[in-house]
């Protein structure tokens, strides 16, 4: 009955709430996300070029079915409002809108569509690896901070170093400070492009004492998110002991 309307829904509603947050339908969904996501790949690829308007003809295929379940989705929503505000409304929005806009250039944000893949958060093991996730970060958000200010401070001295000994030698890639710190930033981070270094003894020594400064403040934020990570999964499991010990009495 479609009249029968219960908390807001008909019964043609809910059969099609249950179908949409279905493992089948679900599983459709996520198969189309990642084709979209190779056939934008492929349709980069020079070789390709000829079956250019085979790609279009998919690209608005995957605009159809992606459309149809989004507005699929707001018809069975209890309350659309909320629904199409929420993270996963605006993320199913935005999977549909570059190829609403016939703007050239614009369409390459096509590649938001991949961005559904978080639907897969929504099963209960993903939300609690999240959470878990989160809570890590939140424990030791003070330590990170920190870590930016002397991230932020040791790229500054960097630059101030390698501009000091190479401004002469090399005008053109160190002839100020604000220039040389993309040199500081990869060479910090480990990276080492090699687009610009240093030719002076003084600048290499100097860059083999950042190299390995570099290589310790990498290590740090691995450290601590993999302490409390470990430290939050042994308390759970513990948390999960305790409530089986209390089942049995």
Do not use: H
């Amino acid at each position: 009955m479609l009249n029968d309307v219960n908390g807001g829904q008909s019964d043609l509603q809910k059969k099609l709430g249950e179908i949409v947050e279905g493992a089948v339908f679900s599983g459709i969904i996520q198969f189309l996300i990642l084709a979209s996501a190779v056939a934008f790949v492929l349709e980069t690829e020079p070789a390709l070029e000829k079956y250019e308007n085979y790609f279009i003809i998919v690209d608005l295929t995957f605009l159809v079915l992606f459309s149809a379940e989004y507005i699929l989705r707001i018809y069975t929503a209890p309350v659309k409002k909320e629904f199409i505000f929420s993270f996963f409304g605006i993320v199913d929005l935005l999977a549909i809108l570059p190829s609403l806009v016939l703007i050239p250039g614009f369409r390459v944000l096509r590649v938001l569509r991949f961005l559904r893949i978080f639907r897969i958060f929504k099963a209960t093991r993903f939300i609690l690896a999240v959470d878990r996730m989160i809570d890590a970060l939140g424990g030791v958000k003070r330590e990170l901070l920190a870590l930016v200010i002397l991230s932020s401070l040791l790229v500054y001295l960097s630059a101030c170093g390698i501009w000091f000994f190479e401004k002469d030698a090399q005008p053109e890639a160190f002839g100020s400070i604000l220039g040389s710190m993309w040199w500081a930033i990869v060479s910090l981070t480990t990276i080492g492009y090699g687009d610009v270094y240093p030719v002076t003894p003084g600048g290499k020594i100097f860059t083999a004492l950042v190299a390995l400064v570099g290589v310790g403040l990498i290590a740090i934020p691995s450290g601590l998110l993999a302490s409390v990570l470990t430290e939050a999964r042994v308390e759970e499991e513990l948390q999960d002991e305790t409530k089986e010990k209390e089942d049995e009495k």
